[in-house]
């Protein structure tokens, strides 16, 4: 039987020296992380406790808001709830201005669930919902919507058309409502406040140890296994060659990571930017599954990053450039097989 306990019974019956009963009872697994876009389902969210915003990378000051959330929703018997938006507001507003992204929503809603969510709304984000005041935003969607017992929230929360409020206007908004607020305090890494923002810059820096560190979890992009030149098989480190990743990329070099194929994970050595020693100016991004061997092309493949390993070089022979790639493959072994707490 599946998911089951066992329960043994100590007390005898007076003609029996065995026990009375051994039984098994069914545990249910926990239940699935219930998704909607917009508001469909009410009995999946309303009543509940309620945290709203991007969670860009769902990084470890988000973490620390999901935490209270699910322990906030746990004691009230209400489900924790998170409202986020799709596609981000920005890029309706500004998009010449919009950030590129650190995290794609399927892998964030990942994340949610891990994290012990209950439901997660994806609200479609249109103009209609930007116009709102922060008063419109509280009465329409916090209590009108989502009806919602309790509120966490970070202490750069903003809301409402122009990001007019804040938590301070949120405050006194549920203190109005007779609705609860818990604004967590910011997690604090190397004196600077977890943020996306700061998660961002590390990357575009190639930082990616710190980004990863401020992440609380490895650096994800996802694209679609493409034909390469092959050029990597021919001297003995095939790679995938991945295209069309629209999230955030590191600036070229080569980098530690791993990749999950058929519930497998391996090892990747990452080469992000040209192959100079072949006299190939084009930027590709290659990843040498460390142990794999197997047809990938036309796959979606996710590839997390770790860490910075060195820059892009340029060697005198294909022999040199190998010698190199062994030493690489040593750092990513030691890279990945430190990170496996992640």
């Known amino acids: 039987m599946p998911w089951t306990d066992t329960l043994m019974c100590v007390g005898r019956t007076p003609s029996s020296s065995s026990p009375i009963c051994n039984l098994q009872f069914a545990i249910p697994p926990p239940a699935p992380m219930h998704i909607q876009r917009g508001f469909q389902q009410p009995d999946q969210y309303r009543g509940g406790w309620v945290t709203i915003g991007n969670f860009d990378g769902v990084h470890r000051g988000h973490q620390s808001m999901l935490a209270t959330l699910v322990a906030r929703a746990a004691a009230a018997h209400t489900p924790a709830v998170v409202l986020t938006f799709d596609p981000h507001p920005i890029t309706l507003l500004r998009p010449q201005q919009t950030p590129p992204a650190l995290s794609l929503l399927e892998h964030k809603l990942e994340l949610f669930e891990k994290h012990g969510i209950d439901t997660v709304v994806v609200y479609p984000t249109d103009h209609a919902l930007l116009r709102l005041t922060p008063d419109e935003f509280f009465r329409d969607i916090v209590i009108g919507q989502l009806d919602a017992s309790g509120l966490v929230e970070g202490p750069n929360f903003f809301f409402g058309h122009n990001r007019a409020g804040n938590v301070q206007t949120l405050r006194t908004l549920c203190d109005a409502a007779g609705r609860a ?37 490895p650096y994800r992009v996802r694209g679609v296994i493409a034909q390469g030149a092959a050029r990597g098989r021919t001297i003995g480190f095939p790679t995938a060659n991945l295209e069309g990743i629209t999230t955030l990329l590191p600036p070229d070099g080569v980098y530690a990571g791993v990749c999950t194929v058929a ?32 047809d990938l092309y036309g796959q979606t493949l996710d590839v997390d990053f770790l860490a910075r390993v060195r820059d892009v070089m340029r060697f005198e022979s294909s022999d040199a450039l190998k010698q190199q790639l062994n030493h690489d493959l040593e750092a990513v072994r030691a890279l990945a097989d430190t990170a496996t707490g992640l």
């Open 181 to 217: 607020l818990e604004v967590v305090s910011a997690v604090i890494v190397n004196g600077r406040m977890i943020s996306s923002s700061e998660v961002r810059s590390r990357i575009a820096s190639g930082r990616i140890a710190e980004a990863v560190e401020m992440l609380g979890h």
């Open 263 to 294: 519930e497998k994970t391996y090892p990747a050595a990452i080469n992000l930017g040209p192959n100079p020693t072949f006299g190939e100016a084009s930027r590709k991004f290659e990843a040498h599954l460390l142990g794999f061997t197997g």
